[in-house]
């Protein structure tokens, strides 16, 4: 290799290392983080009590977005993968999902006078606008990553930060909304359930997201010369559903993304069904709940300060295992200590500090169990490549996008049908709601999550990339590309 070259590939490591590199990378989902704090936390509530659909046709339209969006994932990945232009694979699917994201994003929280059917019609289409092009921002966005850095460990750090800004994003939206957007009124006591507020926060949500993907964008633009162009070839419909099989089915890639599917939907059932048990089980006002959102804050902050010291030191498998585990012990211990009569009563001052402590502790081990899932899929790539000589990025985190988003569709429609099951009322009233039915509602909750935390730990145990296999992949595909530079010199 010349000396220019070397000092080209000095240049690139120096720039792509860089804090200012990780900000903008990080930046961008926030924007996903927004879209999150809507589909997971309010979406069923607005449907359900404010605009009267019954939860399981909410759940059922959401769910039906999923579907569509997960086929939309894996072509989006494999068009942003084989893309060639000017600026690059990624960047104008990034740019053009801006305006259309935020614009159908309002549209979601302002639907017109129909009827149930019609209703449901709209909920269902929109989600799955809302769902494609945030698709085509977040795909391109976070595959980045497989090109900025090969470093087992680097690539955990900027993960952090990603999640970091996801988090902070989603908790910042949600605190702003439930303090100040989300105001009772005479009519409404409980904050949350005033439909006043629904179209401002449509707004709020729309021009951020936008906002930020258009920064996120312009602040990467000048990295595009760093990354690679794909070969120019034409693929037939066949080769490329073939391409798409043969890397989704890498045995490492199955397993990580079977164990991902249990965790998030654990998740996205809980922050599906947290609004509801936060305002009728704990008898929450929207201000008290704003004060959580905080926890999502620091529990970000810890998650980046921690996940790559943590899997440095245990490794990305074993940490993912241990916090399964932890996370069967305490995803429901408040809910079953109220049960039991060992945890304060509503209005408790020890109630919410509790409250919060208990949220802090999950979104700090949710946040490292999502990095860790984000960095082990990274080093997939290069062991898929290796395996079938073509670099998948786009392609691999369609599947992790995919896995992210079933945390508010498969959340949703889980949560939709525990409610339906124990027969939660339509538009209820939180002071007269017979308070066996969020009983109820806890007694199916916990066996749910437990059991999905459970076959998580275990699939966990079975990924079987280690640091020292990632490097030895690393090597041969140094190795290959050597040899490959060394033919085509003598070739000329």
């Not at 201000?287 to 440095?312: D, E, H, M, W």
């Amino acid at each position: 290799m010349s000396s220019i070259a070397v000092a080209d590939s000095a240049t690139a490591t120096r720039e792509l290392n860089s804090y200012r590199t990780k900000f903008f990378y990080g930046l961008g989902s926030v924007a996903f983080g927004a879209k999150n704090a809507g589909f997971n936390s309010l979406m069923m509530l607005y449907y359900n009590q404010i605009i009267g659909l019954s939860a399981q046709a909410v759940g059922l339209a959401i769910f039906i977005a999923l579907v569509v969006d997960a086929i939309a994932d894996p072509l989006v990945g494999q068009m942003s993968d084989n893309l060639r232009s000017r600026w690059g694979r990624r960047h104008p699917f990034m740019y053009f999902s801006a305006i259309p994201v935020g614009l159908s994003f309002f549209f979601l929280w302002v639907p017109p006078d129909l009827d149930a059917n019609g209703m449901f019609i709209y909920l269902t289409l929109m989600s799955i606008v809302v769902r494609i092009f945030i698709t085509m921002f977040e795909i391109p966005n976070s595959a980045m990553i497989a090109e900025i850095t090969t470093d087992y460990d680097q690539r955990t750090t900027f993960l952090s930060i990603r999640y970091f800004f996801g988090v902070l994003g989603g908790a910042a939206l949600g605190f702003v909304t439930y303090r100040y957007i989300l105001l009772p009124d005479a009519i409404h006591p409980v904050g949350q359930l005033n439909p006043a507020g629904y179209p401002t926060y449509g707004i709020v949500a729309g021009v951020l997201m936008t906002s930020i993907i258009i920064i996120s964008s312009l602040g990467t633009h000048r990295y595009i010369k760093y990354f690679r162009q794909p070969e120019q070839r034409r693929a037939t419909l066949k080769q490329t559903l073939g391409e798409v099989t043969g890397s989704l089915s890498n045995s490492s890639f199955v397993v990580l993304m079977s164990a991902a599917i249990c965790g998030t939907l654990a998740i996205g059932i809980t922050a599906t069904l947290s609004i509801y048990f936060s305002t009728y089980f704990w008898g929450l006002s929207a201000k008290s709940i704003s004060i959580f959102q905080f926890a999502g804050v620091a529990a970000a902050v810890l998650g980046v300060l921690t996940s790559t010291p943590l899997s440095r030191r245990f490794g990305k498998r074993q940490l993912g295992v241990a916090l399964f585990i932890a996370f069967i012990f305490t995803s429901a211990l408040p809910i079953s200590l109220r049960l039991i009569g060992f945890f304060p009563v509503n209005g408790s001052p020890w109630l919410i500090p509790l409250l919060f402590a208990d949220r802090l502790l999950a979104d700090t081990m949710g946040i490292i169990v999502l990095i860790m899932f984000a960095s082990m899929l990274t080093d997939v790539v290069e062991d898929n490549e290796l395996k079938t000589k073509r670099r998948s990025e786009g392609l691999f985190f369609a599947a992790s996008a995919f896995v992210t988003k079933v945390i508010s569709g498969g959340g949703h429609f889980i949560g939709g049908l525990l409610l339906a099951m124990v027969a939660f009322p339509v538009k209820a009233d939180p002071k007269t709601l017979d308070p066996q039915i969020m009983h109820n509602l806890a007694y199916v909750y916990m066996p749910t999550i437990i059991l999905l935390f459970s076959a998580g730990m275990v699939l966990m145990s079975r990924y079987r990339i280690t640091r020292e296999s990632h490097l030895e992949n690393l090597r041969q595909l140094e190795e290959a590309a050597t040899l490959g530079n060394a033919t085509a010199a003598e070739l000329e």
